[in-house]
Nanobody
Framework: QVQLVESGGGAVQAGGSLRLSCGASGRAFSSYDMGWFRQVPGKERKFVARINWPDDTTYYADSVKGRFTISRDNAKNTVYLQMNSLRPEDTAVYYC???????????WGQGTQVSVSS
């Protein structure tokens, strides 16, 4: 079973950048699909980005295309979310998620807060 821990959240002004990291324990990480989701209070958790095993195919929500980039380093058991040109509407708790290849996301981190001020 993979366990996930996010880091890198914080407060930034609109137009700024942040990079989130998600460290994973467990040897299965390299064969997992990994993703990022975000949630604001009172609303459902929403998909942000995904990177699939084994070919690192990536997918993005329309709202972040061209601004966010998901990547992974299997040697470090880490997945990243580079967030550029941040907007106030990107403010949320960001969650890292993992799934055995081709399956639904079923492993979640504890979340990290991102706050973007105008």
């Amino acid at each position: 079973q993979v366990q996930l821990v996010e880091s890198g959240g914080g407060a930034v002004q609109a137009g700024g950048s942040l990079r989130l990291s998600c460290g994973a324990s467990g040897r299965a990480f390299s064969s997992y699909d990994m993703g990022w989701f975000r949630q604001v209070p009172g609303k459902e958790r929403k998909f942000v980005a995904r990177i699939n095993w084994p070919d690192d195919t990536t997918y993005y929500a329309d709202s972040v295309k061209g601004r966010f980039t998901i990547s992974r380093d299997n040697a470090k058991n880490t997945v990243y979310l580079q967030m550029n040109s941040l907007r106030p509407e990107d403010t949320a708790v960001y969650y890292c998620a993992g799934a055995r290849a081709g399956r639904l996301f079923d492993t979640w981190g504890q979340g990290t807060q991102v706050s973007v001020s105008s």
